[in-house]
């Protein structure tokens, strides 16, 4: 069965989460533009999640977002709707697009709506248990042919694929946050995938514009592989610095250098956060089930245990978690001792920020080097000045660069990646990072 | 009318703040003034500059898309919130697309000369920031014909038709000649924008305006011949000016120099359904503008300031030639030559034009009066310029040169 035979009945299956509600907008587009350029097939998208007030979110978000590409492709829209004489206006356009794209969409609570797709889209909660479960049920009542793309982070598939009784039949297609926008997919192929499948998720991503980079089916993968390694690295510096500075501090000045001294587009607490503390230690316990048990952290447990769990609010703010913030910015630290956030804007953190030293002049900024087309001979200047400057910020920065550099080449060794240079793309791609870990600005 | 049968005058003009995008203040997200501010605010700007508002006799209102933008009709009866005393006499809205303003001047004017009438508020409003500018070139699109031309025609409309005309400019003077006169056209316009503290780029603070405004189209995504630069702004605005005769002159106890005499105008429309004659002229604007002139009996050369309707900066170019400033094809050698620069002999747009100070459509043929009046008057503060001539002239276009309303003015 071809790609487009099979794009004739598909499902998302956690639709109305956050991966899964971006993987629905970009299904529901293609097979929406589908629609309109082969009027004789049928398209349907089965979108299936356990919350009713989640998917009518859901619905309310594919409508905006629908409109949005429409207005973006109005062009394409004028040519599509040519023959309709009815449709003049831009507005007529738009509006006609947007209800195709929601003619399409089909919404339930049950997995029995998938029970006739070709391809189900899985973007559910990042646990085995949850996992396991829908693909037994999946297996159920889905026929022999369906091929099943997981959005998973970080579970091994092949293991999955057999407990669950689809082995071949399943792939990791890995989206990035928001899966609309952002272009990277990691495609992880079980050992016992059936090639055609393979062959489908890569020209599947190449039709929703996605570049991929092919991990092997080792816990937490490329990105996860590196992040939550990063992250307990973090997590160790701050509890390495934290007798002689203190905890809220030291945890302030970590996450300083990964931004402002290592130019990344957040602080590593920041970017926890934004993942959701929560979700962070899912992904570190599968990781920790399967790589052993170094990867454990007591002290997310305790965050967890006290409440603190960052994530976003469901209109797409950033709640508090190590770190809180105001207009989107780090504004305050969590001092689990005290159970309450300490203000940035008060003694303490000057006196941090002073211990640290300066940043490297003249100052550069993520935001500017990103929209700089070759950030390269800023960057080597850059780390020139942090190699040979004798200052707390400088050590730090340095020492997390390395660390950052041995996961990233663990990463190859262990063979998750097949180079260097995919990993350094999915931090690139993923993470927005200006350059790889593996990289030899430090040395 | 060979000649105007008696003296009318223009007086007290007054405009609002362009506002949209390149203000500071403005914002997609929050909420604006709708309508009635705008038409508020321009009216008692005007009726301040008077005595008693008692002595108008009518009110004429231009306004072009009320009725899609704002979903409001009737402005003639909403035009009376400016002052009480403007209730229970006539009033009425006025609408030739983008001459919109310019016809509510020509129609006053025909109400003094009527004898009817010996002071008129002429006034022109268009509030368009309520759309996603996608949207905006729908309701603008009525300028055109919307039975013939629409449905075929490019998704951004006007914007699609005067790309056709710099694509056919460009092939008649050279790529580069066209495209660097188009520049330049836009760098006059912001740099006078940057005087007036009503123009919406006022706040545009870019250094290399030239270098800007010769980025390449892209049609994927907008035109094939004009960038966002050459185009005028989306824009909340109005403006206010009177008409008045030698009496109403008395009546609204106005001096002589702070008044503007209209010498003469031109008012034509062109047939809507067909195409234009020649995509390289404003045919129609050149035959408004030689019928005021005619009437004021004044050759070009006679005139030492001019308001012209710069849409895109192609029309501004094609309005240099259409007034006679330049042969066909000379205009864009003309204006790169800064000829029409506020430095240049023929001063033009000194308040930014509808590239600088906005281009609310329904406002605009006003705004324009009021600008010349305010620079025959030494009134136009810190985007006055030395006048050495007499006379001014305004060029007000609806639609694909459709709708045209020329005046010629005195100080």
């Not at chain 1, 309709?84 to 089909?106: H, Y």
């Not at chain 1, 928001?178 to 050992?191: F, N, S, T, Y």
């Not at chain 2, 603008?140 to 014909?145: F, V």
């Not at chain 2, 240099?320 to 003309?334: F, I, M, Q, R, S």
Request: aromatic residues 8%; hydrophobic residues 40%; contains cysteine.
């Amino acid at each position: 069965m071809d790609l487009n035979t099979r794009l004739r009945q598909v499902a998302v299956v956690g639709a109305a989460g956050k991966m899964g509600s971006g993987i629905a907008l970009l299904l529901a587009l293609e097979l929406a533009y589908r629609a309109l350029e082969t009027p004789d097939d049928t398209f349907i998208l089965n979108l299936i999640d356990m919350n009713d007030a989640g998917l009518q979110s859901l619905v309310r978000y594919l409508r905006d977002q629908a409109a949005k590409d429409g207005e973006r492709q109005i062009n394409r829209l004028r040519t599509l709707f040519r023959d309709r004489a009815d449709l003049v206006d831009n507005q007529d356009l738009v509006q006609e697009f947007v209800f195709e794209v929601l003619l399409r969409v089909r919404t339930g609570r049950t997995l029995a709506l998938a029970g006739e797709s070709h391809l189900v889209f899985e973007a559910a909660f990042e646990t085995e248990e949850v996992k396991h479960a829908i693909y037994k049920d999946l297996a159920a009542r889905c026929g022999p042919g369906t091929y099943f793309l997981t959005n998973t982070s970080s579970i091994p598939l092949q293991s999955l694929s057999e407990a669950c009784g689809i082995p071949g039949r399943l792939i990791g297609f890995h989206f990035y946050n928001p899966p609309a926008v952002q272009k990277l997919v990691e495609l992880i192929q079980p050992r016992t995938c059936q090639p055609e499948l393979a062959a489908l998720a890569g020209e599947l991503a190449r039709i929703l514009r996605k570049k991929t980079i092919p991990d092997n089916d080792i816990a937490g993968f490329i990105g996860n592989g590196h992040f939550i390694r990063d992250g307990l690295y973090a997590i160790s510096e701050v509890e390495r610095l934290a007798p002689e500075h203190g905890f809220v501090p030291a945890l302030h000045m970590v996450d300083r250098v990964s931004r402002d001294f290592l130019l990344r587009p957040m602080g590593i607490f920041q970017l926890i956060d934004y993942v959701g503390i929560d979700v962070f230690q899912l992904i570190n316990q599968v990781m920790a089930r399967y790589l052993g048990a170094h990867l454990r952290s007591p002290l997310l447990d305790r965050y967890l245990a006290l409440g603190v769990k960052g994530g976003q609010t469901s209109g797409g703010g950033q709640k508090p978690g190590f770190l809180d913030y105001q207009k989107g910015r780090p504004a305050a630290v969590y001092d689990p001792d005290a159970k309450a956030y300490l203000a940035m804007d008060a003694d303490w953190a000057r006196l941090a920020d002073a211990r640290l030293g300066p940043v490297p002049d003249p100052t550069l900024s993520w935001k500017a080097l990103s929209r700089d087309p070759d950030p390269t001979p800023k960057l080597t200047a850059w780390f020139r000045t942090l190699q040979d400057q004798d200052s707390l910020g400088a050590d730090l920065a340095r020492r997390h660069f390395r660390a950052s550099r041995e996961t990233g080449l663990g990463l190859v060794r262990q063979g998750v990646a097949n180079s260097p240079e995919d990993v350094n793309e999915v931090l690139k791609l993923g993470f927005f990072h200006l350059y790889g870990p593996i990289t030899d600005y430090l040395v | 009318m060979k000649t105007m049968p008696k003296p009318v005058y223009l007086a007290a003009g007054a405009y609002t703040v362009s506002l949209g995008p390149g203000r500071r203040e403005f914002s997609p997200r929050t909420g604006r003034p709708g309508l009635d501010h705008y038409i508020r605010e321009a009216g008692r700007a005007a009726l301040a500059q008077i005595g008693d508002p008692a002595v108008i006799d009518e009110g004429v209102i231009g306004n072009f898309m009320a009725a899609r933008f704002n979903r409001q009709g009737h402005l003639g009866s909403l035009m009376t919130i400016v002052h009480p005393a403007l209730e229970y006499k006539p009033a009425l809205r006025v609408e030739g697309a983008c001459a919109s303003g310019g016809l509510a001047l020509a129609t006053g004017i025909k109400s003094v000369l009527s004898g009817l009438a010996e002071v008129v508020l002429v006034m022109g409003v268009e509030v368009q920031n309520t759309v996603k500018s996608l949207y905006c070139a729908d309701f603008l699109a009525g300028a055109g014909y919307y039975a013939g031309e629409r449905k075929d025609g490019p998704a951004y409309f006007f914007p699609g038709k005067f790309s056709e005309r710099a694509g056919a400019y460009a092939a008649k003077v050279g790529p580069e000649p066209a495209r660097s006169a188009m520049a330049r056209w836009y760098r006059n316009a912001v740099e006078n924008a940057r005087l007036n503290p009503a123009a919406q780029e006022y706040h545009n603070t870019v250094q290399d305006l030239f270098a800007q405004g010769l980025t390449p189209p892209n049609p994927r995504t907008f035109t094939e011949h004009l960038n966002l630069f050459d185009c005028s702004k989306v824009s909340d605005g109005a403006a206010a000016i009177l008409v008045a005769s030698e009496e109403g002159l008395r009546r609204l106890g106005l001096a002589r120099q702070d008044v503007v005499e209209v010498a003469g105008f031109g008012q034509m429309a062109a047939n809507l359904t067909a195409p234009p004659p020649d995509l390289t002229e404003l045919t129609t604007c050149r035959l408004a503008a030689a019928q005021a002139r005619e009437m004021a009996g004044i050759g070009i050369q006679d005139a030492g300031i001019f308001e012209v309707h710069d849409c895109f900066t192609i029309s501004g170019l094609l309005s240099v030639e259409a007034l006679g400033l330049a042969a066909p094809g000379g205009g864009a050698e003309l204006v790169s030559a800064g000829a029409t620069a506020r430095t240049g002999p023929h001063p033009m747009n000194t308040g930014g034009g509808l590239v600088g100070y906005g281009h609310p459509t329904g406002a605009s043929g006003v705004r324009m009066a009021v600008d010349l009046w305010k620079q025959l008057t030494g009134r136009a503060g810190d985007f006055q310029v030395p006048l050495a001539k007499e006379h001014g002239i305004m060029v007000s276009m609806g639609g694909n040169d459709k709708t045209v309303v020329s005046l010629v003015v005195r100080r």
